[in-house]
């Protein structure tokens, strides 16, 4: 859920040596927190994320009052966080929950894309399979002309019922009915 960067030099080099580094960068990937689950099962990073998503809502929000009440890092933060004006502290707020948002609005977004793709492809098999079906029938059709043809001809020639029956694998009610229509 949350990656932590290293910044280097294009040599790959760090700016600081790295016990001294300072300047990490830090990010969360909002789809992967959970800010439902109990605070008893959230880990320090988990608190910390909750923390900044809610605090604006100071003891209202029980997670946040337990927190602040128990929590030396979390009362740390919240001292620190009165030291913001309000105003200052709304804007961090709502900048990040707008990037939460849109983050959440483009994996929807692409989640609505991928489903429309695959309804194309879906239609598209669908019209190749009506295409098959149809192409199949065609040759059905053909071929019971073929054998209607067949069957005439052979009564024509003088082939009685039961003869055109044997070599045509049909029974006479078949026969008649094809030599009348």
Known sequence: MCN???????????????????????????????????????????????YFLNCHKGMDDSKIKVMIESDGVIQMLEKRVETISDDGWKKIIEDFRK???????????????????????AKKALQEANKLSQEADKKVEEANKQVKQMVRKMYEDGFSLDQISEYCSLNVDEIQVLIKS
């Open 99 to 121: 990037l939460h948002e849109n983050e959440e609005r483009m994996e929807r977004q692409l989640e609505l894309e991928e489903a429309h793709k695959a309804q194309e492809e």
């Open 4 to 50: 932590t960067f290293t910044l280097k030099n294009e040599d790959g080099l760090s700016f600081v040596k790295e016990t001294e580094d300072r300047m990490k960068i830090r990010t969360v990937e909002m789809a992967k927190l959970d800010v439902n689950k109990p605070l008893k099962e959230m880990n320090e990073q988990e608190k910390m994320i909750y």
